[in-house]
């Protein structure tokens, strides 16, 4: 499976940003999906993720609430809205996925492919 993270950019604090996650080469629909970011001289965090059929979400303390993760399996793709961002949101955000049903996981250890990054950067 091939990921391909996009949408980040540069917005003022209490803006939005939508992320896409674009896979190919097999299909999304029996994968568990995570988006994580990594802000320069930090570990890589978890942010968001969601299971193989969308009917399960889960967020980190730091977003729930601003951040909504959707999918679209008919077109491969997992979205990232991120709203009312903040600067310590900047960072570069991955997109990750395993073949996996009916679970998912936070830890960055769990999955199996990973995207490129797009960077993110929120000013004050």
């Known amino acids: 499976v091939q990921l391909q993270a996009s949408g980040g950019g540069l917005v003022q604090a209490g803006g939005s940003l939508r992320l896409s996650c674009a896979a190919s080469g097999r299909t999304f629909r029996s994968y568990a999906v995570g988006w994580f970011r990594q802000a320069p001289g930090k570990e890589r965090e978890f942010v968001a993720a969601?299971?193989?059929?969308?009917?399960?979400?889960y967020y980190a303390d730091s977003v729930k609430g601003r951040f909504i993760i959707s999918r679209d399996n008919a077109e491969n793709t997992v979205s990232l809205q991120m709203n009312s961002l903040k600067p310590d949101d900047t960072a570069v955000y991955y997109c990750?996925?395993?073949?996996?049903?009916?679970?998912?996981?936070?830890?960055?250890?769990?999955?199996?492919?990973w995207g490129q990054g797009t960077l993110v950067t929120v000013s004050s």
């Open positions: 990750a996925t395993k073949r996996a049903v009916g679970v998912v996981g936070r830890s960055t250890w769990w999955y199996d492919y």
């Open positions: 969601i299971n193989d059929n969308g009917g399960s979400t």
